[in-house]
Antibody, heavy 121, light 108 residues
């Protein structure tokens, strides 16, 4: 059974940093591109970042470019999101999601349960 | 960036009704479109990908159509468990992989 379990969320002050983790199991993690998607309270879904299967290629939404870094450790079956210079508008539930196909196809077929990041003083 | 616009933003319907939700892309995306269902406090669930392909395990009352800039999600006969928020998402290879703003499907 495919499982994605996020951790690392919490309350952080503006300008602070946080690292999210997403532990994957039930599939060959190293074969799939992975994504982070966020959802501010009461708002819609926003794609944040993606990383290819071996970690050599990454992309970001303009809103987080230069502040967030996506990475992965295929030996540990874990995806990461390092978030620096956090702003109030980064407050959201952060989901990790698996790409539908190893090709990839940029659809998200499995999602974690989400981890809440709150940026507030 | 490609913008995705859903309509309506909310819709009220009854069990057994046929419901259609529309998604329009700001530029052509061929068939690179997905639909997701999200219930309160839960992660989204993939329903349809490649505009019309039904994800494994999703009931056949869900269907998708369209290509280019205009797409639809149809639920042929609403069931109680279908009341949720629905999002479209464009899957063009160039990021960002933008979502529509969502359509809330409520019980009439």
């Amino acid at each position: 059974e495919v499982q994605l379990v996020e951790s690392g969320g919490g309350l952080v002050q503006p300008g602070g940093s946080l690292r999210l983790s997403c532990a994957a199991s039930g599939f060959t993690f190293s074969s799939y591109w992975m994504h982070w998607v966020r959802q501010a309270p009461g708002k819609g879904l926003v794609w944040v970042s993606r990383i290819n299967s071996d970690g050599s290629s990454t992309s970001y939404a303009d809103s987080v470019k230069g502040r967030f870094t996506i990475s992965r450790d295929n030996a540990k079956n874990t995806l990461y999101l390092q978030m620096n210079s956090l702003r109030a508008e980064d407050t959201a539930v952060y989901y990790c999601a698996r790409d539908l196909d190893p090709k990839p196809e940029y659809y998200f077929d499995y999602w974690g349960q989400g981890t809440l990041v709150t940026v507030s003083s | 960036d490609i913008q995705m616009t859903q309509s309506p933003s909310s819709v009220s319907a009854s069990v057994g009704d046929r419901v259609t939700i529309t998604c329009r892309a700001s530029q052509g995306i061929s068939s690179w479109l997905a639909w997701y269902q999200q219930k309160p406090g839960k992660a989204p669930k993939l329903l349809i990908y490649a505009a019309s392909s039904l994800q494994s395990g999703v009931p056949s009352r869900f269907s998708g159509s369209g290509s280019g800039t205009d797409f639809t999600l149809t639920i042929s006969s609403l069931q109680p468990e279908d009341f949720a928020t629905y999002y479209c998402q464009q899957a063009n290879s160039f990021p960002p992989h933008t979502f529509g703003q969502g359509t809330k499907l409520e019980i009439k």
